[in-house]
Nanobody, 120 residues
Framework: QVQLVESGGGLVHPGGSLRLSCAASGSFISRYSMGWYRQAPGKQRELVAR???????DYANSVKGRFTICRDNANNTLLLLISSLKPEDTAVYFC??????????????WGQGTLVTVSS
C-alpha cells in the first residue's frame, strides 16, 4: 500500500515561492495519476493540479501560470512548484493518488497535508 507524506509548507510573503513535496513509499509513483488539492479555512477541498502517468497535466484556472506540478521519479516524489503566491492561496495542501494506470484501478489515497500561509 502506497503511503504519502507532504512537506514544504510554511509562511510566505505575497509574491513569494514554495516547493511542496509529496514523498511516496510502498510503490513507485510513475504508475499513478496524482494530484494536489487544497482546502482553505471554511471552504471545500479543491483540485489545484493533476498529472497522469503519461505526464499530462491539468490546473485550476486560479493557479495557471503560477503553479507547476511535476514528478521526481528518481526520488519517488510528486512536486508542486508555486510562485507569485497570493493571500488567497493560503490553505492546507494535500497530495492524492486517484488511480493506478497500470492496473486501471481507481484509488483515493491522501496524504496528511501541509499548511501554506501567505501573509505580509
Amino acid at each position: 500500500q502506497v503511503q504519502l507524506v507532504e512537506s514544504g509548507g510554511g509562511l510566505v510573503h505575497p509574491g513569494g515561492s514554495l516547493r511542496l513535496s509529496c514523498a511516496a513509499s510502498g510503490s513507485f509513483i510513475s504508475r499513478y495519476s496524482m494530484g494536489w488539492y487544497r482546502q482553505a479555512p471554511g471552504k471545500q477541498r479543491e483540485l489545484v493540479a493533476r498529472t497522469t502517468s503519461r505526464l499530462m497535466t491539468d490546473y485550476a484556472n486560479s493557479v495557471k501560470g503560477r503553479f507547476t506540478i511535476c514528478r521526481d521519479n528518481a526520488n519517488n516524489t510528486l512536486l508542486l512548484l508555486i510562485s507569485s503566491l497570493k493571500p488567497e492561496d493560503t490553505a492546507v495542501y494535500f497530495c492524492r493518488v486517484d488511480g493506478d494506470e497500470v492496473s486501471r484501478r481507481k484509488m483515493d489515497l491522501w496524504g496528511q497535508g501541509t499548511l501554506v500561509t501567505v501573509s505580509s
